[in-house]
Structure formats: C-alpha cells, structure tokens
C-alpha cells in the first residue's frame, strides 16, 4: 500500500490547544479571551474549566457557522471584539483561532489592525495567538499564548533591579505559593502568567464579569528590563519560550528550571533564588526539614509503588522526579503531547529505582492516548496512578487508585487547590501518593493473599464465559429444570435427596439453631446424621437403586455447603464418577460464593439456592448475629454488607455462568416483611430464576425464639405481589438437610443409617413392643396449625425408648370443606361425610393420638370410641408432641 497510515487515537490522554491558551490568558489582569471559530469550541472549553475551578469562566466566540467557512470570518471577529469592549471594557483581548480558522487560512493579525482602524479611540490590546487544535496540546497552546503576549505588547526597556519568572501551568494554589515564596526572598518580580485569583477567588456577593486579578499590562512591559528571566519548564520549544524571545530580543538573560516539585528541583529553584541575591527564609528552612522528615516517614511504604504517571510533559517529568527521589517506581510514564525527549530525560532516574527494586520493564511513552495506558497498566503490574480525573475510567477498570493533581479534575472538588510544588506542596502530594499505596494495601491484601497462597493460578472467576459454552450449557440445565422438584413449579413427582455431609456455618442467623442428632424437626438446618463424602456416595447408589424416580441430589447443610467446601466437592465428585446424569444443586448463605461460583460450575452443578434475606446492610444487622470470613469474626453492619456483597456478587457470576439460581427470603416480621419486594427486583435484574418466600420457623434457643410469625395469608400475599413481576415458588416444603423423597412424601425415614455403617433400612421398631405413634393435622410440616377436620396430611411422630422421631406424612381427603360446617368435624351435614371421616380414621387407625389445633366432638367421640386419644395446641410440633407424649403417658 502506498498510502501513509497513522495510529488510531482511542481516548486521548491530551487536550487542545486553545484550552492552554484560554488559561494562560486568564493569569492576565484585565482580559478577555476570543475563539475565532465555531462556537462549541468556546463551550467545550468553558465547561472544562469551569467544572475544573469551580469559577464562572466567560470565553467569547466569533461563531463562525458554514458562511464564515466559505466566504471568511472577518466579520464575524470584527462584531465579536466590539462586542466584548462593549460589554466588559477590557485592557487585553487575546483572539485564539481554532481548527477551522488555521485550516481556512484567517488572517488574524490583518483583521485586528482593521479593527484598530475603525475603532482608533479605544484603549485595548489586542493580541492574537495562533492554536490550532491539531498544531498541539493544551501545553503548546500555553507557551503560544505566552509568547504571544510577550512578542506584542509594547515594552519599555528601562533596565531595573528585577527578575522574570514564568511558569508552566499551575494550580491557583501553586501560584499563591510561589508568590509567597517570592516575596519572602525580598526580590522584586514579575510572575507570567498570575493565575492565583481569577480562578481561585474569594467568595463575593457582587459577580465582576471582568477578571482583575492576574499580571498586569505594565508589569509585562517591564520584563524587557529585567536582569534575569527564570523559566520553569523542562520542555517548552524555543519557538514557544517566552525566556528565550526576551532573551534574544531584550537582551535579558535566561535561566531554565524544571517545576520545582520534590526535593532536588525545588532546591535548585532555591538555589537560582539565592544567587539572584534573594534570601532564604527561616520558615523555607523548616518547611525544607518537614519535607525531608515527611520523605523518612513514607519511605517504607513507597517501595511497593508501581505508578502510572500521565499528563502534560513538564508534570508527567516532574512526578516521575519526585516519585523517584522518595522511593516509588514509575514503570509506566505517559504524555499525550509529542515529546521524543522525554525517555532521555528521566532514563536515569527509572534505571537507578528499576536496578534497586529489580524491575525489570518499564515503558515511557509520548504522543499516546489512554488505550494504550490502560494496556500497559495491566502488563507492567501498576498498583496506583497520578494524574487528571481523564485517567478515572482506566482505574476504575482496574481497580487501581488514582491521585488526582492534574488539570482537569471533574469528579472530585477543589482542583484549583491541589498543591504540588515547593517543600509544603511536595509533602502534601506525597502524603497523598503513599496514603493511596496505604489504602490499597488495607483493602486488597486479604484478596491478594487469598489469590496467591490459596487459589494459587486459578483466576477463573475474571474469565469471561463464552457464548457457545452458554447455549450448549444452557440446554442441558433446561431439561434438568423440568425434573428437579423445586424449581419446577409444581413439585411433580420426581424425587430429590439431601446429603448432610457440611455441618458448619459461618453465619448466625437470628432465627437459627443448627441440630445434627435431630430425628424429630422437620425444618432446614436439621438432620440425624452427618455423612463424610464417601458415605453419601454409598447412600445416594442405595438410594437410587430403590427410589427410580430419584433425579436430583442436593447439599444443604446443615451448616453451609460452601463453608466446608472440601467435603463438598468432593461429595459432589464421588456422585458424578458413579452417575454421569444425576442433577446437582446446593444451598448456601452466599458468604463463600465468589470463591467458589466457577468450581461449582465445572463439578456440574445447575442449580443453586442463595439465601438472601435483605439487600439493605441496615436491616441485614438485624437479622445476623455475626458472620466469619477468611479468619476474622465480624458483627453489626459490617458483617452484613460484607454478606451482602458477596452474596450479591456470587450470584451474578453463577447468572453469568447460565446457572439457575433460586433466592430463598425468610419473612421476619417487623424486618424485612416491607423489604422483601426490594429484594426480589433486585435479583430478578441480576437474572435470577425464581424466589421462595418462606415463613419463619421458631426454634427454640435462637434469637427470634418468640418472634410474632407472618401468617400463611402475609405469606401468600407478599408471593402473590412479588410473582407479578418474578418467578414465585408456593410448593415449597422447607425441607430438612437429610431429605429424601418427592416434595409431598419425606422418606427419609426409611433411609436413615444408610452409608453410616453399612447398609440398614428401619422396618421395624427397634425395641420389642408396639410404640407410640402420634399423628399431627399441619399444613407444613412445622406448626401445629391445622384444624383437625381441615386437614390434607398428617405427619406422624414414633416414640420409642424415650425418643420421638418422624416416620413419615400421610395424606387424606379433608372432610369438612367449610359449607354448614363448624370448622372441627361438626355440623348439619355429617351424614355426608361419614365416608371421608372414616378414611381418616382408618389412615390414623394405627395411631395412639392424634394433635391438632382444634378438634369438634363429633370426630372427638369417634376417635375415641377406637382408642385413640386427642390432644389440641398450637405450637412447634417438636413441642406439641413432646407435651403430648408426656400427657398421654400420665393417662
């Protein structure tokens, strides 16, 4: 190809010129400033510093639209410069061109001497600079303006006893401090520009649409007779050098220095100072020794500082400077302006702090923009960044801190006050430096630690999934979701199984007590037996051998599956070597599940459960105790937004990952109830599947022990108006940890001591004798809260040898269907339901009580007339059927 190709620019890290000339000019007492061109370029400028200096900025322009294009602008400039005498009086008007002015060919000079001719009365200065955008950068576009102000206002010159100095750019602060600086020496001066009040001003009832602040017309005529001009740039061209035309023009002799920020260039601007016959004061003195002892006091955290260093030339070189002299390694030093000489002038600084700290790469860069930033960010391992707000979205991509002193600041306030020169300045920005590597370390150590020494390699969890692995994924989890009970929607008739093989927890629900050696709950959390992995493979192969309806096995504690993660997935890995289509899903509080969520998806698991109460670390305080994560004990709100974060996290990723993902909310009353449609938006925008509102299960000895309970009716309402908008969940059963069976018929049971020591099946009671069975009217397995002839199950209690447990559910047609019926049993048509009674009389015939929360005299009598005594109460049935034992035996 013989076309010449340039690189694509992708976010500049630069500005354009006219922005540096707008500023220069600012730092001019009495002046307005012009754009010849378009009038977005005006607004584009005015809003950067505006919101930069948080100070009204007025920046005229010629408006030049697609006529002044064709035909010339010159009308358009002669309007505007009148206009701006008439509405503001000013002493100096600086005409910036832009882009489309240089591109046409306007020749300002010309036009600016027509304006003199026709308005011959007024007193005003009128000085043009050239700025294209695509001519440079807003550094170029300063050192223009500066130049230009020095190369067209009349000059007197008289030789006197004073000094020049001119600056690169600086903050207002910087400015104000090195008039004080100045003064302090005694030495008569002019600064150029004096940028410390138009954009940093007192605060004044009365707006002065003027700025009066700045260096004055006559103290720039006056620089012609200096006897010395000091420059503090490194890289300003002799072509832009407002030293170097004095210089050549006036005879004034110049000395160049860098930005005096850290300690050797602000020594060598003491120095200069100091052979000009300027004194050093006491208070310079101790600031110097402040610096110094600021510089002792971060050293030891500094050697972990790998920077990113970005902006203009003359701050990108002085940061690299004083990062270097305090101990921080520049690997990556960065302009947008082109600047070839700026690797030689900070080679030897990198090389000296790379050779000390074994750095073997690191990359400086001019003419880039922030693509390439962000590419070399990551490759060299930067940890912090110093520069402009526009390096903001590169560090939040990459979770790296930024230091922001650099023009311009839009997101954080007071840009206008940052200090970075001088002894003070240099101390407060690296405080600011370390302070950040500080503040890094505090909050990533534990996650860098836990990468390193635990997953080692393994950073699957920030590897984007592929879209071919989802949709062949995606297919196969759809047909395990039509077979698995729970998510299903409708229970069915395939069969699930819970493997208890994780009994610890690392959080304290409230509401929570876990039981390990607990025959007689039926509740999650709960279980008879604890099973190491290979014990649940050798039950889960007897299980399926007689339960041919068996399709999913699921790992729900009792604790959490995830806080004993070793036994978990190697339970899991046992199962799948002998069954290569058995559905996995798990249970968990969500603490763990951004470790684990990509292992999860690699053992085969396709569905998982995250209990997720509140979204709100406020009300999460009030219904966790405490929570344990990566070795340390935390409580109140802490504990809760560390669970909450995790939580929330973990389900994205496992959302991501084409996991189906069910959300378990536990109603509280008095908590959470109001907070629950909150909960359930938020984790349908995250993808989740479907919610299960659950009513809270009273336990005795946790925290919410006699907690008021929400009602099936708050329960069903609350599913009724979340399922407008998500999945709901109504068939839930609010199974134990060793479970077994369809959602209607726990056989767990009858499994029970399988893989704990051989294979054994409970058929008979273990003592001789018949035992005591007790039949409970419920509506869910948890209360005893079913009116005796309203009944659809009855869950029947063993006792034996001075132990209750479950056996098992039995379900019955309901014989009083609430027409001229009293609710119990009674009433006028008992004749029709003689048949109904007397199945549930035959489905409890074996029984030697039955609890129900009332009973009418009618059913009573029959029950009794076959031996079998009734008991009334509404409780935990736990409790009921303790208390009934015990009354039955006292006859």
């Known amino acids: 190809m013989s076309k010449d190709l340039v690189n694509l620019n992708v976010n500049p890290c630069k500005m354009c010129m006219p922005m540096g000339t707008a500023t220069a000019l600012y730092g001019i007492a009495k002046c307005m400033t012009i754009l010849h061109g378009s009038q977005g370029c005006a607004t584009y400028i005015r809003r950067h510093m505006a919101t930069h200096y948080n100070e009204p900025v007025d920046i005229a322009s010629t408006s030049l639209t697609e006529h002044g294009t064709i035909f010339g602008g010159e009308k358009n400039l002669l309007k505007g410069l009148a206009n701006l005498v008439k509405l503001y009086g000013p002493k100096v008007i600086g005409v910036a061109t832009t882009c489309l002015a240089e591109t046409i060919g306007e020749d300002v000079e010309r036009i600016i001497a027509t304006f003199h001719e026709e308005n011959p009365d007024l007193d005003v200065t009128i000085i043009p600079v050239a700025s294209a955008g695509y001519g440079g950068t807003q550094y170029e576009g300063f050192f223009h303006a500066l130049h230009a102000i020095v190369s067209h206002v009349d000059m007197d010159v008289t030789p006197h006893d004073g000094i020049n100095v001119i600056t690169g750019i600086l903050s207002p602060a910087d400015t104000r401090a090195l008039k004080v600086l100045l003064d302090s020496t005694g030495l008569r001066y002019t600064l150029l520009p004096d940028l410390s009040d138009n954009l940093d001003g007192a605060h004044n009832p009365d707006y002065n649409r003027l700025p009066a602040g700045g260096t004055t017309l006559e103290a720039i005529s006056k620089m012609a007779g200096a006897r010395c001009t000091l420059e503090l740039t490194t890289f300003a061209k002799e072509s832009l050098s407002p030293a170097e035309y004095l210089e050549k023009t006036f005879g004034v002799p110049c000395e160049r220095l860098s930005l005096p920020v850290g300690l050797r260039d602000t020594d060598a601007l003491m120095l200069a100072l100091k052979n000009l016959g300027g004194m050093v004061s006491d208070t310079v003195r101790a600031e110097r020794g402040r610096y110094l002892d600021a510089m002792i006091d971060s050293h030891k955290y500094n050697a972990e500082g790998r920077a990113a260093i970005f902006g203009e030339p003359d701050f990108v070189y002085s940061m690299t400077r004083m990062c270097t002299e305090n101990g921080i390694m520049p690997v990556l030093v960065a302009t947008g302006a082109k600047c070839p000489e700026l690797a030689d002038k900070v080679a030897s600084d990198l090389e000296k702090v790379a050779g000390q700290f074994f750095v073997e790469e690191f990359k400086v860069l001019d003419n880039t923009d922030f693509d390439t930033i962000e590419h070399y960010c990551g490759k060299l391992g930067v940890n912090l960044m110093i520069g402009s707000s526009d390096g903001r979205r590169v560090a939040d991509k990459l979770e790296l801190p930024l230091v922001r002193c650099a023009f311009p600041i839009h997101d954080h306030v ?5 200090r970075t020169i001088l002894y003070d300045g240099g101390m407060t920005l690296l405080d600011s430096v370390t302070n950040q590597l500080l503040a890094r370390k505090e909050t990533a150590f534990r996650g860098k630690m836990f990468d390193a020494n635990f997953k080692g390699e393994d950073k699957s969890m920030d590897k984007p999934v592929k879209t071919d692995i989802l949709i062949e994924r995606a297919t196969e989890i759809a047909a395990k979701t039509a077979s698995h009970p729970c998510f299903n929607g409708c229970g069915t008739g395939y069969a699930r199984m819970h493997l208890p093989i994780a009994p610890s927890c690392n959080v304290q629900c409230n509401y929570c007590v876990r039981k390990f050696d607990c025959p007689n709950e039926s509740r999650p959390g709960v279980t008879t037996e604890v099973l190491n992995p290979e014990q649940a493979r050798d039950k889960y192969l007897y299980v399926r051998s007689k339960m041919p309806n068996l399709s999913v096995v699921g790992i729900a504690g009792p604790g959490d599956s995830l806080a004993e993660w070793e036994k978990t997935s190697a339970a899991l890995k046992l199962i799948r070597e002998v069954d290569k289509d058995v559905t996995f899903c798990l249970s968990t509080n969500g603490l763990m599940l951004p470790l684990y969520a ?11 459960t995250v209990t997720l109460n509140a979204v709100d670390p406020v009300i999460g ?3 966790y105790k405490h929570i344990s994560f990566m070795g340390v004990k935390y409580t109140g709100e802490t504990a809760a937004a ?4 995790n939580q929330l996290s973990g389900i994205k990723r ?14 509280l009353k008095g908590i959470n109830d109001k907070h629950i449609p909150k909960v359930v938006e938020t984790v349908k925008e995250m993808g989740c599947y479907i919610t299960n509102i659950m009513q809270m299960i009273p336990v005795k000895g946790s925290a919410f022990e006699n907690m008021e309970l929400t009602s099936n009716r708050e329960i069903t309402e609350m599913r009724n108006a979340c399922g407008e908008s998500m999945l709901q969940m109504y068939h839930c059963r609010q199974c134990r940890a060793d479970a077994i069976g369809t959602l209607d018929n726990d056989q767990s049971y009858e499994f029970r001591g399988c893989g704990t020591g051989g294979i054994k099946i409970i058929d008979e009671p ?8 007790l039949a409970v009217a419920s509506k869910g397995g948890i209360l005893v809260d079913q009116h005796f002839g309203q009944a659809n199950d009855f ?13 098992e559910r039995r379900s019955v047609s309901k014989y009083c269907d609430g027409n001229g019926c009293d609710g119990m049993g009674g009433g006028k048509r008992d004749e029709d339901k003689s048949g109904r009674i007397e199945d549930i009389l035959t489905t409890v015939g074996d ?3 039955v609890v129900s929360m009332r009973i009418g005299e009618a059913p009573k009598e029959k029950l009794r007339t076959r031996g079998i005594a009734s008991f009334t109460t509404y409780d935990r049935i736990e409790d009921a059927v303790k208390t009934a034992v015990q009354q039955y035996l006292a006859g």
């Open 642 to 645: 560390i669970l909450l974060a």
């Open 847 to 849: 029984c030697s009580a």
């Open 654 to 667: 496992l959302c991501d990952l084409g996991i189906i993902c069910k959300i378990n909310i536990v109603m």
């Open 414 to 418: 007071g840009g206008q006050r940052v």
């Open 766 to 773: 273990a003592e001789k004798g018949k035992p005591l069975l």
């Open 795 to 807: 869950y029947i209690y063993e006792y034996a040898s001075g132990a209750i447990r479950f056996r």
């Open 621 to 623: 305080a009030r219904i």
């Open 598 to 608: 990509d292992e999860l998806v690699n053992l085969g698991v396709s569905h998982v």
